[in-house]
Nanobody, 126 residues
């Protein structure tokens, strides 16, 4: 079992930046593939990005590629999502996720992730 707690959400103007954090507890952090999903009102939960166990590879959705960066500090059991050049379309609740398993073809499938945080709201004003 692993517990995930997100922080760092808030209100920002378009073009601004935010950094989200996800603190994990309960098990060895480096054993988990860690990622981010988001959900805007009335929309499906969508994949944002993912980091493999030691952060050697990261993958992003096309909508955030080049603007968002995932990093992880396994010594601190924490993952980060640096979000730059934010747009109003980035407004959503952002969820931290974890899984012990990697799927090269399914890493963007929300059903692959057993562990979810409670979410943190990000609002980007125009």
């Amino acid at each position: 079992q692993v517990q995930l707690v997100e922080s760092g959400g808030g209100l920002v103007q378009a073009g601004g930046s935010l950094r989200l954090s996800c603190a994990a507890s309960g098990r060895t952090f480096s054993n988990y593939v860690m990622g981010w999903f988001r959900q805007a009102p009335g929309q499906e939960r969508e994949f944002v990005g993912v980091s493999r166990w030691n952060g050697d590879m990261t993958y992003y959705s096309d909508s955030v590629k080049g603007r968002f960066t995932i990093s992880r500090d396994n010594a601190k059991n924490t993952m980060y999502l640096q979000m730059n050049s934010l747009k109003p379309d980035d407004t959503a609740v952002y969820y931290c996720v974890a899984s012990m398993y990697w799927g090269s073809a399914t890493y963007n499938d929300k059903n692959r992730y057993k562990y979810w945080g409670q979410g943190t709201q990000v609002t980007v004003s125009s």
